[in-house]
């Protein structure tokens, strides 16, 4: 038991120190990327409606969508890569025409 | 005479005045000046002038022409300059308007969002209860739980949720249901540092909020001195792995300060500051999606408690220890709990299954009814559910019929080894319900429940209603 709490605790400590660096190091969301926002509605249709009902893309702006959907990669074990599709996706359709 | 012709002339104000361009006024000036002149010539003629007083005229009249011919050209040189320059202008205006324009659409579009981002959220609830056999209606204003979120860069996120109560002597009651810092330090690793609510099981973490969760009330041994612990204080590295193109393996593994020995024999899981023994909890959930909306899921934690001392430290009473009396010390027991559950959520489709089971190992703590610390037998805990939801969202023409959602969730929850929890608790529960969805996360239903306890067969039959919306 131990050990364990020992090895995940120098894991997670040595992953705090190296962590910082590798996210700063990924490209940030582009809500004008087409690709980028295709494959992010793809993932919105595939990830968000699995614990609750699907929310609009209307109902927040840019900033809110990029906090809201990061809080669902803890939620929702999503991969950091698909939830920057999805920011993508949700910061260019939430526009009011 | 010149003074007001000068003023005809100038541009801007005379061609206002008289609708006419400069050229005109010029030529009905010069007619009027030619005019003058030979009404001037007759009348020297007539005055018989003499030839110096004539040419001295002469002169001053051409001096005037001389005057008149540089102000036009002046002017017309000015009005044209004028016009030059408004045509500039307008399309330094027009260029200016269009780049404003580019710029608000940039700003919207791709404009950096500053390196500290947040979002309030959460949710709050209100309904009333009608219980068919005794008890009292109510009106119960449920929970308001905001949900703060703070984001560094794509490093750092806390999240802090509180949740708000009122009792039944209308007392406030506040809770901190989560406070944890998510460090992203990979696109497959998170890691979790605070309070966090338990990985355990999926109702807990996925389905508890009220705008989520179809029935509005935790099946029986999911909520309070269930089965399925609330929550935690420690460390936990959780993600998701790809696997192929469309499946998933996700994991959250958990090291906590573990659950404590309730009062009444059972085991708290509430998440606590201090932990109560040398040794902590470990437990987690391993998860696959093979597709994206069938998810199965097994947890497991095993953990230490502490069995309790009948008073507080140090308040022993020497003078109640006869030589014939002995006295039992609290023991440590382990707690094992291991659960599966699985989830489908196609299209209007949404099926639930959860179970869980938790083994505490015979301890000696203090215990209520003996007023002593005493052996308390081994304890199992069973709960589990079955919940299948249906929108009516793909029924007929009409967007009304649409926002309906009738939900069915049957479950049992099983206790030995503990004669008072199984007594309050032990039951089954069937749950059946409609939900009206005004918005995907605001919602008004209507429930039935009938509970039927175990150890004494009693019925218990409630009317629910509820509203409940998230931010």
């Given at each position: 038991m131990n050990t364990l709490k020992n090895l995940i605790l120098t894991a997670a400590l040595s992953g705090m120190i190296a962590g910082p660096g590798l996210a700063y190091a990924q490209a940030a969301p582009d809500q004008t990327d087409p690709a980028q926002i295709a494959r992010g509605a793809k993932a919105w249709a595939d990830?968000?409606?699995?614990?609750h009902n699907v929310r609009a893309?209307?109902?927040?702006n840019d900033e809110d969508w990029y906090v809201a959907v990061a809080h669902m990669r803890v939620r929702g074990n999503i991969p950091g890569d698909v939830i920057r599709d999805i920011q993508a996706f949700l910061m260019a359709s939430n526009k009011k025409k | 005479m010149g003074g007001t012709v000068l003023q005809l002339i100038r541009p801007g104000k005379g061609n206002s005045m008289m609708g006419l361009k400069p050229n005109r006024i010029f030529l009905s000036t010069l007619t009027f000046i030619a005019l003058a002149f030979f009404l001037s010539i007759n009348s020297v003629r007539a005055q018989e002038p003499t030839n110096q007083e004539l040419l001295d005229r002469i002169e001053t009249l051409e001096q005037e022409l001389q005057y008149f011919r540089e102000s036009l050209a002046t002017n017309t040189a000015r009005s044209e300059q004028a016009e030059e320059r408004a045509e500039a202008a307008e399309i330094k205006a027009e260029a200016a308007a269009r780049t404003a324009e580019n710029a608000v659409n940039t700003a919207s579009a791709v404009a950096p969002l500053p390196d500290t981002k947040w979002h309030l959220a959460g949710y709050a609830d209100a309904g009333a209860m009608f219980r068919t056999n005794g008890g009292d209606d109510t009106f119960a204003f449920g929970h308001f739980n905001p949900v703060f979120l703070f984001q560094y860069k794509d490093i750092v996120m806390f999240e802090g949720e509180l949740e708000f109560e009122i009792d039944e002597d209308g007392n406030t009651e506040v809770a901190l249901e989560y406070a944890q810092l998510d460090f992203f330090l990979h696109d497959n690793i998170t890691l979790v540092v605070g309070k966090?609510?338990?990985?355990?099981?999926?109702f807990k973490e996925r389905l508890h909020p009220t705008w989520i969760n179809k029935i509005g009330y935790a099946p029986?041994?999911?909520?309070?001195?269930?089965?399925?612990?609330g929550g935690d204080v420690g460390i936990m590295v959780r993600g998701g792995v790809p696997v192929g193109k469309r499946s998933m393996f996700t994991y959250s593994l958990m090291v906590g300060n573990g659950p404590r020995m309730g009062h009444e024999g059972n085991i708290s899981f509430e998440g606590f500051g201090k932990d109560d023994n040398q040794n902590k909890a470990f437990g987690g959930r391993i998860g696959f999606l093979p597709v994206p909306y069938l998810e199965l899921g097994f947890s497991f934690l095993k953990g230490k408690i502490d069995g309790l001392h009948?008073?507080?430290?140090?308040?022993?009473?020497?003078?109640?220890?006869?030589?014939d009396s002995f006295e039992f010390e609290p023991s440590t027991a382990t707690v094992k709990l291991w659960g599966a559950d699985a989830a489908y959520t196609r299209g209007p489709w949404d099926f639930r299954f959860e179970y869980l089971k938790s083994v505490r190992d015979p301890i000696y703590s203090f215990d209520e009814e003996e007023g002593e610390v005493a052996l308390l037998p081994e304890m199992t805990l069973t709960a589990w559910y079955v919940q299948l939801a249906y929108r009516l969202?793909?029924?007929?023409?009409s967007s009304f019929l649409h926002k309906f959602e009738p939900v069915v969730r049957y479950g049992k929850f099983n206790i030995s080894g503990n004669h008072h929890l199984e007594e309050a608790n032990a039951q089954t529960r069937l749950n059946i319900g409609l939900n009206y969805w005004i918005a995907p996360s605001l919602v008004a239903r209507i429930g039935y429940e009938r509970r039927k306890f175990l150890e004494e067969g009693l019925v218990e039959k409630i009317i629910l209603l509820q509203a409940a919306y998230g931010f």
């Open positions: 990830q968000c409606g699995r614990c893309p209307a109902e927040f | 966090f609510l338990s990985p355990i099981g999926q029986a041994g999911f909520g309070h001195d269930g089965v399925q612990p009948g008073e507080e430290e140090g308040d022993a009473h020497p003078e109640s220890i006869s030589l969202s793909e029924i007929g023409n």
